[in-house]
């Protein structure tokens, strides 16, 4: 269903820039007070006086761009129109986004990607790319609104001495590079934390305010403007440029991309702003212009730009640079959104489930394949899983699985039921990270068992703690059973009775999609259509909504599964596998619409 572009290897790389001047600058300051500075003291401005003596207007002029990598040959330069795409406009920039400069450019002098002030208590912390923070050395300097041809004195706001930079140690650029394909392109952000200006100012005392930092609520985005500063190549007169778009997700990463001509070398950095007004003191920013390749596709155009989109991960770095801490080293290394394994593999994956079997309060998947194989996949609570954990290798018996739930069957912890092709059913009340655990029977082979085509669980009378099993037979009847224990089913209380209508249930899902207590269940009708049904109990199946309608694609849904794999904690994310082994979570799904739709797995991977 989309395109996908195979991660590279690649090797972990930390760089942190030394909180001293260069010996361009004569001088500086100690590390630990870099690190540790907030309100300007009695000797603020100090670093960036010495830089002005340094960074002449025909330094400035002459700095060659660091990070050329997105330069197209033969490109559309800023403010042309090609092929009908969106293109960014030339203007005189805002207080909230600037340039950095350096000294380390094979002219001499560097211009160097793009920053952006962020509001913060400490009042002097810049946003940029993780693969912009890697190269810079101690005399780089920032400079808001960026006029060409002006000298540091006469800049808006003056230039800030970058002091400290703080990025993840498990952003992992590729061998001989700063930036990457891989997984951890998701992590290609980094802050750093200046000095005053000439005059004494503090960053955001000086440009009067700055960006929030947000998490957004999803990769898809109405109106979202980019700021950068593009290199001199394309961009003579050193102007900003600017684009309103509208956003996507980038397939297989936690990244947002967009399409608009113009984000040329200069442009990595720069913010991904929600609310932008030209000259505005506030905004909210919602991630920065990097990622996948540093920030474009393979072909390196200029019109398609990416930009991690700010999560835990990104929040925590931010909380490191306020507090003047580097990150803990010694991480495990960053798995990213997807799934391992690629859609090849994952087109045998038969039966999904999912509930908390690691014990963290977070959602789990697991996952019986094709060859009998059963794996576990921890969920992270932030729509990505952790490395998987295999419970049993390929074998004869779990062939034979034909329907599985997850849930807390009378017990205290979370189990699995499993029907099998002979009408036997069992549960595993013990499964864990180590294993399936010991075997309870609930029903014998050959029971009337086998008539049950399909299950689902969740709390469907809504008692808390408690998990009901919800039933299609291949007569098209429904039965909900409650008050289940080990070796026993409970009561089982019958809501249809037998019909044509439920024989075209493909798949059903119980999950929490009404934000009510108890659960909901999700179908996916043979035609393609997706219904919910909320608020079911021994008395009924509730209220039906109908979330699709018949379409084409939806019969191509051959594994659906709901739990808890996001941040808001509800069941009400769902997960399906598609019949090319795409694999799709749609997080936060409600009673009448899906959520926003991520790729764990992506097609042809």
Request: glycine share 16%; with cysteine.
């Amino acid at each position: 269903m989309f395109s996908y572009r195979k991660p590279s290897s690649s090797r972990i790389r930390r760089v942190t820039v030394a909180a001293v001047c260069g010996a361009a600058l004569g001088g500086g300051i100690p590390a630990a007070q870099a690190q540790t500075a907030g309100s300007p003291s009695p000797s603020a401005g100090q670093e960036a006086r010495q830089a002005a003596r340094f960074w002449t207007a025909q330094r400035m002029a002459n700095a060659e761009p660091l990070d050329a990598a997105r330069t197209a040959p033969g490109g559309t330069g800023p403010g042309v129109a090609a092929a009908g795409r969106p293109q960014g406009t030339l203007f005189k920039g805002t207080p909230l986004v600037g340039t950095f400069f350096g000294s380390d450019g094979t002219g001499g002098t560097t211009w160097h990607c793009t920053g952006s002030v962020i509001d913060t208590s400490v009042r002097n912390v810049v946003l940029t790319a993780a693969h912009c923070a890697l190269s810079m050395k101690s005399d780089y300097v920032f400079v808001p609104q960026f006029v060409q041809g002006a000298g540091p004195d006469q800049q808006p706001y003056g230039i800030f001495h970058i002091q400290h930079v703080y990025l993840d140690p498990r952003y992992t650029p590729d061998k001989g590079s700063s930036t990457t394909k891989g997984a951890s392109s998701d992590l290609d952000t980094a802050f750093a934390r200046v000095s005053a200006n000439q005059k004494g100012q503090s960053l955001q005392d000086a440009v009067g305010g700055g960006l929030t930092f947000t998490r957004p609520s999803g990769y898809t985005q109405k109106n979202v403007t980019v700021v950068g500063y593009p290199s001199y190549q394309h961009n003579s007169t050193g102007q900003a440029v600017k684009c309103t778009v509208p956003t996507t997700q980038l397939p297989g990463y936690r990244q947002m991309s967009m399409t608009c001509g113009g984000y040329y070398g200069g442009t990595s950095g720069s913010p991904w702003i929600t609310d932008y007004q030209d000259g505005a003191r506030t905004g909210h920013v919602i991630g920065n212009l990097g990622g996948y390749n540093g920030g474009g596709n393979d072909a390196n155009v200029d019109y398609i730009s990416y930009a991690p989109a700010f999560g835990a991960d990104a929040a925590n770095l931010l909380a490191n640079a306020v507090a003047g801490q580097d990150p803990p080293s010694g991480l495990p290394p960053y798995t990213g959104l997807q799934l391992p394994g690629g859609a090849a593999r994952w087109k045998s994956a038969t039966l999904m489930a999912s509930a908390d079997y690691t014990g963290d309060h977070l959602g789990d998947l697991l996952v019986v394949w094709s060859d009998g194989g059963v794996t576990l996949y921890p969920g992270d609570g932030r729509g990505g899983f952790g490395a998987e954990r295999r419970l049993l290798k390929a074998n004869g018996t779990w062939t034979h699985a034909r329907s599985i739930a997850g849930g807390a069957f009378g017990g205290t912890r979370p189990g699995l039921l499993v029907r099998w092709s002979d009408g036997e059913v069992t549960l595993y009340p013990d499964l864990g990270t180590s294993g399936v655990g010991r075997e309870v029977q609930m029903a014998k082979p050959n029971s009337d068992w086998k008539n049950a085509v399909q299950f689902t669980a969740g709390q469907f009378h809504g008692a808390q703690g408690a998990t009901d099993l919800l039933v299609r037979r291949s007569d098209g009847s429904l039965v909900l059973y409650t008050g289940i224990s080990s070796g026993s089913f409970g009561t089982g209380k019958r809501l249809v009775g037998a019909n044509g209508t439920w024989t075209k249930a493909a798949l059903l899902s119980g999950g929490a999609f009404n934000s009510t207590s108890g659960a909901d269940l999700l179908v996916r009708w043979s035609d393609g259509s997706l219904d919910s049904y909320s608020g079911i109990s021994a008395a009924g199946l509730g209220t039906r909504s109908r979330l699709v309608g018949p379409n084409g694609t939806w019969p191509h849904a051959q594994v659906m599964a709901s739990g808890d794999f996001t941040a808001d904690h509800t069941g009400n994310d769902l997960v399906v596998r598609w019949s090319d082994g795409e694999t799709t979570l749609y997080a936060e799904t409600g009673a009448t619409s899906l959520g926003t739709e991520n790729t764990l797995v992506p097609p042809g991977s």
